[in-house]
């Protein structure tokens, strides 16, 4: 999340009226940025990554799992014990960085400086992510412990979730039933952007997951945990009146998403058109991604039939009023927008002559007037319509000191309402208002007056329980993105196959009982690259790289032209074994790929058997042999002797469940069939940041 602007934040109805400014203004910051980078080129591969913990405190006495509210002393704590080990570091060490996040119990964590296309650097990405956990865990209290858990199960359950204890009837900024105002990080900036998206949705958010029917879970199942009566803000009875669905769990508050942890992963390109061409290519492999790293199965302490946190999220900071949703005729408000704020991507946007027209195949709200603009100032139509379509959002949090910016030097209006504020390590942490579009992946144009370039944002993937996964994950993802770009790969198919999956991955056990679309061919002209197993050259062959490229040339359009047939024949439903592991002849898989692209680099024995292990985690999730994080938090609790088969986390179960965790990550808990026998956790290697 980066350093937080300070200021004075404007109140909804007052950020109506600066709305077109901003947008206009934040459109002319763009095109500045544009007309001054469009043609940079040659960048390195730069990368990083973003995890985010939630920060438990254990009570051994009452068996509680607390989230620990201690957020701004940890971080004070933190950057001071940084800022001396810097002072005594080689200048070729760079400290991790730690940063606030929407939750008060929350951490996000970044390398500090990039990796770079070194297969050192690659490798080292574990022991970095340990090292920033074993500092973290050194400087809390002794009773509590750093999580990374894409949920924590019991947020907004009825008894005490919070160390301290807070009442939710204080919960000024969102008016939940559940969550007290202090769940949420002090700043003026969160409070503000939760009564907002409160304030112009005009009534609380309602986020409804199916319940898990167990065996002794009452049907039809009504929340008894709901607090139905209660009549403190004008929103309270909206459970009531509808918001709060049958055979559902409700929340009803940002912090229920936001609070949410996830991994994040971030790429420098070498120009523009290979970041367009890179985040085209990973468009299809976001819902994949998010089935295999599903971890989040529980909620408000019930055990819901779903498996990740995408919905939640969505539905947290969803600020779409009934006009914009669909209830009403447009009266008050300019678009129809069929989605939250937070959701898959919508278009396609390199001019990669394979992108055909029909593969963005759901029609996208644009602002005609800013797309109008963007045209004649001579961008092409597609990165003009996903511009013109971020925009037509309003900005949620305004602060009236930088309403007047200078647009050549500043793209605080255009981050309000297009991207991140964070640069996931890659050499600068942004102090502009932090974004308010999240998508599945993010083109981020670069920032003003830095050396940065245009980069791409990879977002679908939930966090995992120990920093080998995550570290896998990141090792997968940034071999992949290599591979795309290396080989030409083609995984286009229409955008609504892509929101089709989004929705097929949350589901329980998705990543074995679900199939998937996915393209049939991948590769050009059906030649598929294979592995040799070895790494050094072949004769005659060119010499394989030490480091991983950035720049490659485009793929050429072949002599007889784009291709002419249905879209409809190039893609087909396929389980998430045979997209990872391959599928006949034609399709080696996407690790097949990888293992191809690997090929082409000069590895030594000890860095391919590393690189092995995380790939062959991977394998292992997809082909069902290892579970993943979801259905072994499920087991768990389902095995757990207090367990009532009634669907009921309890707190005696959600304290077991929280300490088995860290056991696993710090690897005095054996668990098969969640992990490779070859697992060592945090208390046997504790990370370094050494080159």
């Known amino acids: 999340m980066g350093l937080l602007s300070a200021g004075t934040p404007l109140s909804w109805d007052d950020t109506k009226q600066v709305a077109n400014h901003i947008r206009s203004h934040g459109i002319t910051q763009f095109l500045h940025i544009w007309d001054r980078l469009k043609d940079k080129n040659g960048d390195e591969l730069l990368w990083g990554d973003e995890i985010e913990y939630m920060v438990v405190a254990l009570d051994n006495e009452t068996k509680n799992a607390k989230l620990s509210l201690r957020q701004t002393e940890i971080l004070i704590k933190l950057r001071s014990i940084v800022d001396n080990l810097s002072s005594e570091t080689k200048d070729a060490i760079t400290l991790p960085t730690f940063h606030p996040e929407y939750g008060r119990y929350m951490l996000e964590s970044t390398p500090g400086s990039p990796f770079t296309g070194s297969i050192s650097d690659l490798l080292a990405v574990e022991k970095n992510m340990r090292y920033r956990r074993t500092l973290a865990r050194k400087h809390l209290k002794p009773n509590e412990i750093p999580l990374t858990l894409t949920s924590f199960p019991r947020l907004g359950s009825p008894g005490q979730f919070t160390e301290p204890y807070y009442n939710p009837c204080d919960a000024v900024s969102s008016h939940s039933l559940f969550l007290p105002e202090q769940i949420t990080n002090p700043h003026v900036r969160f409070p503000t952007l939760t009564a907002n998206i409160r304030r112009r949705r005009g009534s609380k958010v309602a986020i409804n997951l199916p319940i898990f029917f167990d065996e002794e879970t ?251 996964e995550n570290a896998a994950y990141a090792v997968f993802i940034t071999l992949l993105s290599r591979a795309i770009l290396s080989f030409n790969l083609n995984f286009y198919m229409p955008i609504s196959k892509v929101d089709e999956n989004m929705s097929r991955a949350q589901g329980r056990g998705a990543s074995q009982s679900e199939k998937f679309y996915f393209r049939k061919e991948v590769c050009p002209g059906g030649n598929t690259p294979k592995s040799s197993g ?142 490779p026998e070859y697992y060592t956790g945090g208390e046997v290697d504790g990370g370094s940041i050494s080159p």
């Not at 379509?389 to 981050?415: A, C, G, M, T, Y």
């Not at 692209?597 to 030594?604: N, Q």
């Not at 095995?639 to 009921?648: G, L």
């Open 218 to 468: 009452p049907r039809p199942f009504i929340d008894p945990s709901i607090p139905w009566d209660r009549s403190i803000y004008s929103e309270d009875p909206e459970a009531k009146n509808g918001a709060a669905l049958p055979d559902h769990i409700y929340m009803d508050a940002m912090g229920f998403g936001m609070g949410c942890c996830c991994l994040q992963l971030t790429y420098q390109a070498c120009n523009v058109n290979d970041a367009r061409r890179l985040y085209d290519g990973l468009i299809p492999i976001g819902p994949i991604m998010l089935a295999l790293t599903a971890g989040s199965p529980i909620w408000r302490g019930y055990i819901s039939d779903v498996d990740c946190r995408w919905n939640v999220v969505a539905g947290s900071v969803d600020d779409r009023t009934e006009e914009e949703r669909g209830f009403k005729p447009l009266e008050h408000d300019r678009f129809r927008i069929p989605k939250s704020r937070y959701d898959s991507v919508d278009l396609y946007i390199s001019e990669d002559w394979r992108n055909r027209p029909e593969y963005n195949d759901q029609p996208i709200v644009i602002d005609h007037c800013i797309y109008s603009r963007l045209r004649q100032h001579g961008l092409d139509d597609l990165l003009s319509k996903h511009i013109a379509h971020l925009f037509i959002r309003d900005p949620l949090v305004v602060f009236s000191e930088i309403i007047n910016q200078n647009d050549k030097e500043s793209n605080d209006h255009f981050e309000v309402l297009a991207q991140s504020s964070v640069n996931c390590g890659l050499l600068i942490i942004g102090q502009n208002i932090q974004s308010t579009n999240w998508q599945t992946l993010r083109f981020k144009p670069p920032p003003p007056n830095s050396p940065i370039g245009w980069r791409v944002e990879f977002r679908s993937m939930e966090v995992q329980m120990t920093d080998y």
């Open 534 to 675: 070895s790494s050094s050259p072949v004769d005659g062959s060119r010499p394989k790289d030490r480091k991983m490229r950035n720049c490659f040339p485009p793929p050429e359009m072949p002599q007889n032209g784009m291709p002419k047939g249905p879209v409809e024949e190039e893609y087909e439903e396929m389980t998430i074994n045979e997209i990872m592991n391959g599928k006949g002849e034609s399709y080696p898989g996407l690790l097949g790929l990888i293992w191809a692209y690997i090929d082409t680099l000069d590895v030594s024995p000890q860095e391919l058997s590393k690189i092995h292990s995380y790939l062959d985690l991977i394998r292992r999730r997809a082909n069902g042999s290892l579970l993943t994080p979801a259905t072994w938090i499920r087991n768990f609790v389902r095995a757990h002797p207090a367990y009532a088969h009634d669907s009921v986390v309890t707190q005696e179960m959600n304290y077991d469940l929280i300490v088995a965790i860290d056991e696993i990550e710090r690897g005095v808990r054996s668990v098969p069939d969640l992990l």
